[in-house]
């Protein structure tokens, strides 16, 4: 069975700073894509940043300059550190990963994190 666990979530007031964590845990042979999702109550998912294997990221704009996404291929975990912290922020923040299963034949498929609460107060 592959997990993937979510960490640091919590309540900042606004500019301040969170790093959420996502380490994936079972049997697989390697992690492809790894990315940050969100969603506000009333508003649809929304991908907000993502990294690949080779390092190459992407940001929405709306985070553009204040959020960093990152990898560490060694803990299987992606990162995202979230600064200058705004209230429109506020959202439950999922991590994806798409996860090479096997490779005899060539197996891939997305996993989605439980979700961690991030909430910015003005």
């Known amino acids: 069975q592959v997990q993937l666990v979510e960490s640091g979530g919590g309540l900042v007031q606004a500019g301040g700073s969170l790093r959420l964590s996502c380490a994936a845990s079972?049997?697989?042979?390697?992690?492809?894509?790894m990315g940050w999702y969100r969603q506000a109550p009333g508003k649809q998912r929304e991908l907000v940043a993502r990294i690949t294997s080779d390092g190459s990221t992407n940001y929405v704009d709306s985070v553009k300059g204040r959020f960093t996404i990152s990898r560490d291929n060694a803990k299987n975990t992606v990162y995202l550190q979230l600064n200058s912290l705004k209230p429109e922020d506020t959202a439950v923040y999922y991590c994806?990963?798409?996860?090479?299963?096997?490779?005899?034949?060539?197996?891939?498929?997305?996993?989605w994190g439980q979700g961690t609460q991030v909430t910015v107060s003005s």
């Open positions: 994806n990963e798409n996860l090479i299963l096997t490779t005899t034949p060539w197996t891939a498929r997305n996993y």
């Open positions: 079972g049997t697989f042979f390697s992690i492809n894509v």
